[in-house]
């Protein structure tokens, strides 16, 4: 394994007896991947933090009326966005505007949100604190929810070293959890790793094939996605007038255009696009093949639209199945907090 640039240090003062939940976690790089973009010198990860910030995300006391948490749009078994609705729901079953992003692998992210809205993981959870459809909350609110709380008295304590919950250490904590929300072990990598007794079956060879020929350009391997923002020729959904990447820049240039997600454990996120409007792999490759409207900035890649065969739509979802890690999805580190 490469190791992330994470200094293994631990805190502690003079005289003072050190918690093992409190000695700061090297973060492990995949082998073949890139360098996270986080930079953990200035978050470094403890048992501790990641533990507080996983009983945050958890907890409902987010939200005005604390009946929403970060796991009702982020469910850890569907790759941690939400399978059950479109668009997000928040409190007083208000509706959204996008369809939930999935959490995974967010050292790597550069831009947070379909629109590229948030540029900082720490600052990625004001958003659906703040948003009226969501949380509808006030960040400085749960502050104070928090320091009323024993329990997260308790949890700050061992995390920070005090009982006081501030507004940095609630993100950072957050963050923490998130950060640790990593996923690598699907078919996929453990036949590019060439773990023995483990290959492509014919037809996912041949949809991987397809896939390198039509989509890598924009979900490039290893993490499948190249973070950018592009018009994938989706027509405009005129109850939402959601226009992007424009409403972030206010550069024409820039509408509809959304960001490019990641297609890891592609089989489990349904629905997809930024609204949601596609439930199933099939529908999206007939749009790619022959849905699209021809915008004046429709992605370069796209143009001509994806020629795709019957056969070849199976095989390229053959392929993208084997993106499915079950392990992450079924891994108690990452479900509620018992």
């Not at 995949?30 to 533990?51: C, H, R, S, V």
């Not at 409902?60 to 970060?70: E, G, K, V, Y």
């Not at 749960?142 to 993100?171: C, H, P, Q």
Request: with cysteine; hydrophobic share 35%.
């Amino acid at each position: 394994m490469l190791i992330a640039s994470v200094a293994i240090s631990i805190y502690a003062c003079a005289n003072t007896k050190v918690l093992t939940t409190q000695e700061v976690i090297t973060f492990e790089v995949p082998d073949g991947w890139p360098q996270p973009i986080y930079d953990f010198t200035k978050n470094p990860l403890t048992e501790a933090k990641i533990e507080l910030g996983r009983k945050i995300f958890y907890d409902p006391i987010l939200s005005r009326d604390s009946t929403i948490s970060c796991a009702s749009c982020h469910l850890s078994y569907t790759a941690f966005t939400h399978t059950d609705h479109d668009l997000s729901h928040g409190i007083e079953d208000r509706i959204g505007t996008r369809n939930s992003s999935a959490l995974t692998n967010l050292a790597w992210s550069p831009y947070f949100m379909w629109d590229g809205a948030i540029n900082h993981l720490d600052m990625q959870a004001l958003a659906p604190i703040a948003h009226p459809d969501e949380m509808d909350f006030d960040v400085a609110l749960v502050i104070d929810r928090l320091n009323r709380n024993e329990s997260y008295k308790s949890a700050f304590a061992e995390a920070w070293g005090n009982e006081t919950a501030t507004g940095e250490r609630f993100l950072k904590s957050i963050s923490q959890f998130i950060l640790t929300i990593v996923t690598s072990n699907s078919k996929y990598d453990q036949v590019m790793r060439g773990e023995v007794g483990i290959a492509f079956t014919d037809k996912e060879q041949k949809g991987y094939e397809q896939f390198k020929a039509k989509c890598a350009s924009c979900h490039v391997e290893p993490l499948f996605t190249d973070y950018s923002f592009q018009n994938n020729g989706l027509s405009i959904d005129p109850t939402l007038n959601d226009n992007g990447r424009m409403m972030v820049t206010g550069n024409e240039v820039d509408s509809l255009k959304f960001k490019v997600p990641s297609l890891r454990n592609v089989e489990f996120s349904d629905p997809y696009m930024h609204d949601g409007r596609f439930r199933r792999l099939k529908f999206v490759m007939r749009h790619y093949g022959y849905g699209m409207v021809e915008h004046d900035n429709l992605a370069d890649q796209l143009k001509g639209k994806i020629d795709l065969s019957k056969n070849e739509r199976v095989e390229l979802i053959a392929f993208l199945k084997t993106l499915t890690d079950k392990e992450f999805l079924l891994n108690d580190k990452f479900s509620f907090p018992k």
